[in-house]
């Protein structure tokens, strides 16, 4: 079953001014094949979420369970493998490699999970068809418009079939036209493959399209979103 469960997450950093409370006692629960907005303001917490929920950070206290998987647990060699089959991440700046091209970025998360040759091109190909981009494979990042490389973003963290797609901010940088098609592709895709889908945002159309919404202030969750 493709669920998040989060159970009583805090995570907190230290700064120069002491520790500072990124998330404080923060649970939650998303279905198999939901799609969860998470709201607040900038600093409120939700890019600390998702990484908690993706194995990016481990909680300082509190229980993750992805998929299955008891994520909080996971030794460095068994979060990669959870990471690698299991997760897709679309960042707010994309997060391209830059010294690969726009095929070779989507053929990465492809090779690390065994899929190589004919059947790698093949999905690739596939893959910047769904996307709308069938003619950027030899293109580098930087020729890239934003959308483009939002979109880029989004073949690659799908092209593993992952049960979890965690999206932070992906319209952020958008204009609200190409921010809206993105979320209809992502949430088109998740719902054609059971998968879980968690959202952070800003956009009240991103919203208007899932099916809960959380919302964070100061680290706390707050209800209703």
């Keep these: 079953m493709n669920t998040i469960d989060v159970q009583g997450v805090s995570k907190s950093y230290r700064s120069g001014r002491g520790r500072v409370a990124a998330l404080s006692d923060v649970s939650l629960r998303v279905a198999a094949g939901?799609?969860?907005?998470?709201?607040?303001?900038?600093?409120?917490?939700?890019?600390?979420?998702?990484?908690?929920?993706?194995?990016?950070e481990r909680p300082d206290a509190g229980r993750v369970f992805c998929a299955g998987t008891a994520v909080h647990t996971l030794g460095p060699g068994a979060l990669a493998r959870f990471q690698r089959r299991r997760v897709g991440f679309v960042f707010?700046?994309?997060?391209?490699?830059?010294f690969l091209t726009v095929r070779e970025n989507?053929?990465?998360?492809?090779?690390?999970?065994?899929?190589?040759?004919?059947?790698?091109d093949r999905r690739v190909a596939a893959l910047l068809e769904a996307v709308g981009l069938p003619g950027v494979g030899a293109a580098l990042?930087?020729?890239?418009?934003?959308g483009?490389?939002?979109?880029?973003?989004?073949?690659?963290?799908?092209?593993?079939?992952?049960?979890i797609l965690l999206a932070d901010e992906p319209t952020a940088s958008l204009d609200s036209e190409t921010g809206e098609r993105l979320i209809g592709s992502m949430l088109e895709w998740a719902t054609?493959?059971?998968?879980?889908?968690?959202?952070?945002?800003?956009?009240p159309d991103v919203v208007a399209r899932v099916t809960a919404a959380i919302r964070l202030k100061?680290?706390?969750l707050e209800e209703p979103a």
């Design 141 to 146: 990042p930087r020729e890239l418009s934003g």
């Design 192 to 203: 054609g493959h059971a998968a879980t889908l968690v959202v952070a945002t800003h956009d």
């Design 218 to 220: 100061d680290g706390r």
């Design 92 to 98: 707010q700046s994309g997060n391209l490699l830059s």
């Design 106 to 120: 989507l053929a990465l998360p492809l090779e690390l999970n065994g899929i190589l040759g004919r059947e790698r």
């Design 148 to 163: 483009e490389i939002q979109r880029v973003a989004f073949a690659r963290a799908i092209a593993h079939g992952p049960a």
């Design 34 to 56: 939901g799609a969860l907005a998470v709201l607040g303001r900038s600093g409120s917490g939700k890019t600390t979420l998702l990484h908690c929920i993706g194995g990016l």
